[in-house]
């Protein structure tokens, strides 16, 4: 068993929903009771969501059914310290034909975003900003109203602003600013004349800015991507055009990172152009080669480095025996490099994390899974024909990727973790990694139990290693888990929540029940 992953033992709470939330400790201190809050559902289409506070607890939060004259539900929150004891719960009233979008923590508090539904077309506003103290839980609501027709792309909040990324098909982008002290709103126009959209929004913490990845399209096959600085108040400090110099290769995704003064890191992925040469990968569809890297000083690019996964030192475990005898004869038929060819990854990107002077970039691989459902029908003569349809089953996470760069650009170490039997239909982040002296920690949760991989640079620590998260009694028995997710919360501890089918035969009644639940875990 992995020594780094233990439990936490001690007194938990059992949380019943009836109405409104309402804490029931059960005798009180126990020894030999893990720290777990467990909530009946009836479902896991429940809306609770969890999140960390560091060495201030955490908040949890999730929509009641309760109705308020006709136009309202109640959406309760709730805090809870280290030991997982509530020290406060409220609730607040949300117009019905709201949903939530989005959530995000800014220092102390917690900034939910809610977007008008499909349908509603005559309301004054389009968005909800509601921001939750985590401290004093008071509540401050902001409304606020998007242009007709535009994507809202990003959405952050710095300062007293909130910053709402928006593109509309073949216009220049733009930022709709919102003052949360005044309730002005305005737009910031990014770029003139050229069509371009919004990519993602970065903080830079040390300098109080606001990072853009733009992109600008001249025409289907020919952009450009750029990023702009903004200060607090949304005026244009400059533009830095991101550009990975190499023919043929195009930038995919990109985050930023502050590396002190006015310098920047800029980190993400990259593809091939047309007539890439693929690895043949069975069942994925994405276009993504490897990993960019770049130092931004003085407003441009410096120490640009492009690593193809299949140069890392550890990218046989990226692909099967078989796709890997496959793409050595065809290097070897085609007398090409590497670098020449592409796993046409899907990946998410993660933070770029900067840890004893390196540059930790973390991705995540995925695919689409879909399952052929076949049905028969009859031609207009009565004759019966098979008709088979793709049915989409989520996305099914492949493989955790880590690399190291030093500020020349140079790739210090890689290394992967195997993602196993993680199917769902929320594409977010599920992995995580930590650091304990020289050694990393890459973990997630899946199926009712935490995995996780010890590695030292390129070298494995110990290897993938699963724990079970232990269940509320000794008898329980995990039948069936979904949407589980695991938070680093402060120090060594993490938060594990989703929801889990539990058995246990040795009550008298109710001896199955649905839960969301919300364990607290400890690396030693």
Known sequence: MNRYFLTLITVFFLFCLSGAL???????????????????????????????FGNKGMILFFRSNEV???????????????NLRQTWIKSVPVPVNLEFLSDEKVSDTLVILFKLKEKEKKAYYTHLILRVSANQGKFIGN??????DVELSAFRVLGQHAFFGIDQKNTPSAIHVLDLQTGVAFQRTLVTSTPSSVQSFSIDTLNNRLLVFLKKQFNRNDYENYLVILDADARIISE????????????RDLRFFPAGGDDLVACGSYGFGDGQKSSNRNNVTGDV????????????????????????????????????????KKKEKNNAAYTQFSLNLNVLVHPI????????????????????????????????????????QGYRFLNGIVASYDEEGKLKWDNTIDIRNLLTFNLSSRLNISFSGPNAILSYSSEGKIASKII??????EPLDFTPVELLRPEDKLVSESKSIMLPWYGNYFLNYGYEEIKNISLPENNK??????????YE
């Not at 030292?456 to 620590?461: H, L």
């Not at 029940?513 to 400890?522: A, E, S």
């Open 22 to 52: 309402a804490q029931n400790p059960l005798k009180g201190p126990s020894a030999d009771k893990p720290l777990r809050l467990e909530i009946p559902v009836s479902s896991d289409a429940e809306t609770y969501r969890i999140v960390p």
């Open 68 to 82: 308020v004259n006709d136009t309202m539900f109640n959406w309760y929150f709730a805090q809870y310290d280290q």
């Open 143 to 148: 409304y606020t109203k998007l242009p007709n």
């Open 240 to 251: 830095v055009l991101i550009s990975p110099i190499t023919a043929n290769r195009f930038i």
């Open 289 to 328: 080669a490897g990993i960019f890297f770049s130092m931004i000083r003085k407003g441009e690019q410096q120490n640009i480095s492009l690593t193809n996964f299949l140069e890392l030192k550890n990218a046989g475990n990226l692909l099967g025996e078989r796709d890997l005898l496959t793409l050595r």
């Open 353 to 392: 994390i900067r840890q004893d002077g390196q540059y930790i970039v973390f991705f995540e691989s995925y695919t689409p899974e879909y399952q052929t459902e076949s049905s028969t029908e009859f031609d207009f003569y009565g004759r019966p024909y098979t008709v088979s349809v793709p049915v989409f």
């Open 456 to 461: 030292q640079g390129n070298a494995v620590v």
């Open 513 to 522: 029940r649905l839960v969301f639940y919300c364990t607290k875990i400890r």
